[in-house]
């Protein structure tokens, strides 16, 4: 059989200085496309993305997507994970965390429509709330409370999901919707609030290791490389999937037992201590993936017994390079245009 070489493609990353947005820059240039990176530098960083500089097709832009936008360059991709997705980052500034995600992927979906270019939405687990179904369908309409203190990221999400199939039913895009559950790997942000950076830092620090509630509460954890994958064999997939798609590892831990994996992989003189469960706290979070299986071909690959060290050398490194740095770091704005 003749093999075709993939066409390079132009490829706009919304929120591409972020964890999961840096990896997908990096694969995409990886495969030869042409990317842009547009960012705020919310929760993003300048070292996700000065690596990137090192590849001729890629570009940043710094722009926060709630502001009006406009690329010359024509687009044939665009994927929106614009957004801060760690509750104390989304807390913050509740009002713009819901403006980035409803005028936000208003703003990108036009953008898609006005250059013909294929959309995905990153969107989450979150849209599920505090679920009564077990595992997660995307057929489960969800259970969230939209007055309380996550609402601004998980009623946001939610509009945006609304925002896309409107697009869809009016026939003004071709966009396909991902719903990620929870996601680790290298360059988490180690203040970022997450449960699996939480951990790994203060074990690494010697402060003591927070479990919320009894920590029988569950979650399921996606190492980054295999959700990367899976938002790109959705965007690839020839036929865009009619509803959204759950990309995440159905394998579930109780959070007890991630707290335990943790303190025995890491050399570390930290207890683990017990707090209050926040306001809103899913206490059960296990998607079902039969979908992605289906239309994509697509499941995780690598185990949390794998992903997890090579999260916490990650830290281990950074962390440590946090604490010695004493010089200048270059400086991302020698990249940044418009
Ligand atoms: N990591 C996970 O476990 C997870 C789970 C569910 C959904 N998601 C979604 O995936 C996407 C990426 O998540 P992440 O973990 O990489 O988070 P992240 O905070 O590391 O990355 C988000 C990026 O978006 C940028 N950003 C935020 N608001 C912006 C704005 N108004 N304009 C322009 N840029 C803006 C940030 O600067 C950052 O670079 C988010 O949309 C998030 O909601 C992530």
Redesign the pocket.
């Known amino acids: 059989m003749i093999q075709t070489k993939p066409s390079v493609l132009t490829i706009l990353v919304?929120?591409?200085?972020?964890?999961?947005?840096s990896h997908l820059c990096e694969h995409l240039l990886e495969q030869g496309h042409r990317v842009i990176c547009?960012?705020?530098?919310?929760?993003?960083t300048q070292d996700?993305v000065l690596p990137l500089a090192a590849y001729p097709n890629f570009r940043l832009i710094q722009?926060?997507?709630?502001d009006p936008l406009d690329i010359s360059e024509r687009l044939d991709r665009v994927y929106?994970?614009?957004?801060?997705?760690?509750p104390p980052?989304y807390q913050a500034d509740p009002v713009?965390t819901m403006m980035?995600n409803v005028q936000?992927t208003l703003n990108l979906l036009m953008l898609a429509e006005r250059h013909g270019a294929r959309f995905l939405q990153?969107?989450?687990?979150?849209v599920y709330g505090d679920p009564e179904m077990h595992p997660q369908r995307e057929d489960y309409v969800g259970h969230v409370n939209c007055t309380g203190s996550r609402a601004c990221?998980d009623e946001g999400?939610r509009a945006a999901e609304a925002l896309c199939y409107d697009f869809v039913r009016a026939k003004r895009a071709d966009v396909r919707v991902a719903r990620?559950?929870?996601?680790?790997g290298p360059r988490?942000?180690p203040d970022?609030g997450?449960i699996v950076s939480n951990m790994i830092v203060q074990a690494l620090t010697g402060q003591p290791m927070t479990v919320y509630g009894d920590g029988s509460q569950t979650r399921s954890f996606c190492f980054v490389s295999d959700l990367v994958a899976g938002l790109m064999a959705l965007m690839e997939a020839r036929i865009a999937p009619a509803t959204p798609v759950n990309l995440g590892n159905p394998e579930e831990f109780e959070i007890r037992d991630l707290a335990m994996l943790v303190h025995d992989t890491i050399p570390t003189t930290s207890t683990i201590v017990y707090r209050d469960l926040p306001e809103d706290d899913p206490k059960r979070r296990r998607p079902d993936i039969s979908r992605a299986r289906e239309l994509l071909g697509w499941q995780p690959k690598v185990k949390l017994s794998e992903g997890l060290p090579q999260t916490i050398a990650w830290f281990a490194a950074h962390v440590k390079a946090q604490a010695t740095h004493t010089g200048e770091t270059a400086s991302v704005q020698t990249l940044v245009q418009g």
């Open positions: 919304a929120g591409g200085a972020g964890f999961v947005g547009l960012d705020s530098f919310l929760t993003g996700n722009q926060d997507v709630a929106n994970l614009a957004s801060p997705a760690s980052h713009h980035t936000g990153a969107s989450t687990s979150e990221y999400k990620i559950f929870n996601t680790y988490m942000r970022d997450r």
